[in-house]
């Protein structure tokens, strides 16, 4: 069994940083992508960023050059930097990861249960 434990929610003021990580307990699983997606109130959940591990990334349109995902594989941990916040980025920040198991390899998408970070000054 996978899972994922986010961290770092908060209440912070529109202009600020926050970041966001996520420890990944995989067992001897493969993790390939990891990421980050949020649900506003009343919206549906969104990509807000993600990392293969090859270090490849995806950004939403909305943060890019403001948020920026890493990842340490040793840990399985992924991070969300979120930088110059708006109240938009108001939301539950859910990690992501597509495990890899079995031969030949299947994928299963794993979700955290999520953390709340609100923009308000």
């Known amino acids: 069994q996978v899972q994922l434990e986010e961290s770092g929610g908060g209440l912070i003021q529109p202009g600020e940083s926050l970041k966001l990580s996520c420890a990944a307990s995989a067992g001897a699983f493969s993790i390939n992508t990891m990421g980050w997606y949020r649900q506003a109130p009343d919206k549906q959940r969104e990509l807000v960023a993600t990392i293969t591990n090859g270090g490849r990334t995806n950004y939403a349109d909305s943060v890019n050059g403001r948020f920026t995902i890493s990842r340490e594989d040793v840990k399985n941990k992924v991070f969300l930097q979120m930088n110059s916040v708006t109240s938009e980025a108001t939301a539950v920040y859910y990690c992501?990861?597509?495990?890899?198991?079995?031969?030949?390899?299947?994928?299963?998408?794993?979700w955290g249960q999520g953390t709340q970070v609100t923009v308000s000054s």
């Open positions: 992501y990861a597509e495990v890899e198991y079995g031969w030949p390899p299947s994928q299963l998408d794993y």
